[in-house]
C-alpha cells in the first residue's frame, strides 16, 4: 500500500508540477493541504484491492511452505482456518466503512477546495438540463445556465394543481439581478390555464422575485465526495423534493460508501480461496490471478455505475451487482478450497 501511494504521488506530481512551480502556493500547502487530503482518498478507493493482494501474498507462502496442510492434517477445519482471516476482514472493513463515511470526505473537502483554486482554476462550469420543485407544484427548468454571470438560456415554469397544469411559462433568457436581487426573464411567453379560457401573454421583458438564486444552480460534480454521508442523504432527500434530475450521482456515491467496505470481507474470501492450493509458479502465479481479479471487479464496477447513471437500474442494484457477482465466485472458490 505504502510504495503504491509512493508512485500514485510520483505520477500526480508530475502532472500538476508546472502548477506546483507558478508560485501561487507553498510547499507547505501542498504537502499539507493538498496531500494530506490526497492519501486518504487513495487508500479508500483501493483498500479493498490492498487487502485481496496483502491476503494473496500471505497465504501463497503458508501454502508454499506446506503449513496449510499441516493445519488442515491436525484436525482444523477450512472454515475454522478462515476465521483469523474475517476477524482481520471485520477490523479492516469496519476501518474503511467509519472512513469512507466520515474521514475521506473531511480529507477531500480540503484536497478539492486546493485543486480548485490552483489547479483546476474553478469557476463553475455551464449546467445543463438543470430540472428544480420551487415550491409544491410548481417546477422550473433551465435548459442552459452560466454560473459566472447567473445568466439562463431556455427557461420554464410549470404550475400543477390536483394534477392539471395551471400555468406555464417560457422565455428564451433569465439573467440575475444583483442590485435588485430579483430575476429578470426576456423574450417570455405565459399562459394562465382557466375553465372560463386561456389567457396568454407574451412580453420582452419583466422582472420576478422568484423564491431562488443563482445559489441553487451552484452544485459541483465534485460535491458528493466532500459530504459526510449524514450531508449526502439530507441532500439526496432534499434534492428528491426538489424534482432533481440528477440525484443518481449522490446515490451511487452513498450505497458505494457501504458496499466498498463489505467488499473488504469478500475479496478477503478469494484471497484465501485462491491463494491456500499450493501451485506451480506459487507466489507469482497468485498475485497474477489477484490482479486480474481486481481488474475485472473495478471493470464490472463501472459498467455496473454507468448503466445507474444513464439508464433505469436502481444505483443501489448498479452499485451492488460487483459484490453479488463475486460474492458468488468467492462462495465457489471456498467449496473448490482445499480441505
Known amino acids: 500500500m505504502m510504495l503504491l501511494i509512493l508512485i ?3 505520477i ?12 501561487s502556493m507553498s510547499w507547505k500547502e501542498i504537502i499539507f493541504t493538498y496531500y494530506l487530503g490526497f492519501i486518504p482518498y487513495i487508500v479508500a478507493m483501493l483498500a479493498p484491492f490492498f487487502v485481496l493482494v496483502s491476503v494473496i ?15 488442515l492434517n491436525s484436525g482444523t477445519s477450512f472454515y475454522r482456518f478462515l476465521r483469523p482471516y474475517f476477524i482481520g476482514a471485520l477490523i479492516l472493513g469496519s476501518f ?14 480540503r484536497r478539492l477546495a486546493f485543486e480548485n483554486k490552483y489547479i483546476n482554476k474553478y469557476t ?30 431556455k427557461f420554464s415554469i410549470d404550475k400543477f394543481e390536483n394534477g392539471k397544469m395551471t400555468y406555464k411559462l417560457r422565455s428564451d433568457k433569465i439573467e440575475w439581478n444583483k442590485k435588485l436581487k430579483k430575476w429578470s426573464v426576456y423574450n417570455y411567453y405565459t399562459r394562465q390555464i382557466r375553465p372560463d379560457g386561456d389567457i396568454i401573454r407574451t412580453g420582452v421583458e419583466f422582472d420576478s422575485t422568484y423564491n431562488f438564486g443563482p445559489e441553487s444552480f451552484a452544485v459541483s460534480s465534485d460535491k458528493k465526495d466532500e459530504m459526510t454521508t449524514p450531508i449526502l442523504a439530507e441532500f439526496i432527500d432534499h434534492g428528491k423534493k426538489a424534482g432533481s434530475s440528477d440525484m443518481e450521482f449522490y446515490e451511487v456515491e452513498l450505497y458505494r460508501r457501504t458496499s466498498g ?4 470481507f469478500i475479496m478477503t474470501l478469494i484471497g484465501v480461496s485462491l491463494a491456500s492450493r499450493k501451485i506451480r509458479g506459487g507466489l507469482g502465479w497468485h498475485l497474477v490471478l489477484g490482479v486480474g481479479i481486481c481488474a475485472l ?32 465466485v468467492a462462495i465457489y472458490l471456498t467449496v473448490r478450497a482445499p480441505k
Open 12 to 23: 500526480d506530481v508530475s502532472e500538476k508540477i508546472d502548477n506546483f512551480l507558478d508560485g
Open 96 to 109: 474503511l466503512w467509519y472512513s469512507n463515511n466520515y474521514l475521506v470526505p473531511a480529507s477531500n473537502k
Open 297 to 328: 471487479f473495478e471493470v464490472i464496477m463501472k459498467f455496473s455505475i454507468t448503466f445507474s447513471t444513464n439508464s433505469s437500474l436502481p444505483p443501489v442494484i448498479g452499485v451492488w451487482i460487483p459484490n453479488v457477482i463475486f460474492g458468488f
Open 124 to 153: 463553475n462550469s455551464m449546467a445543463y438540463n438543470f430540472h428544480r420543485q420551487i415550491s409544491p407544484g410548481v417546477f422550473m427548468y433551465v435548459e442552459n445556465y452560466r454560473p459566472a454571470d447567473a445568466v439562463g438560456f
Open 57 to 71: 501474498f500471505f497465504t501463497s507462502q503458508l501454502a508454499d511452505r506446506s503449513e496449510i496442510i499441516a493445519i
Open 8 to 10: 500514485t504521488i510520483v
Open 261 to 264: 467496505a463489505f467488499s473488504v
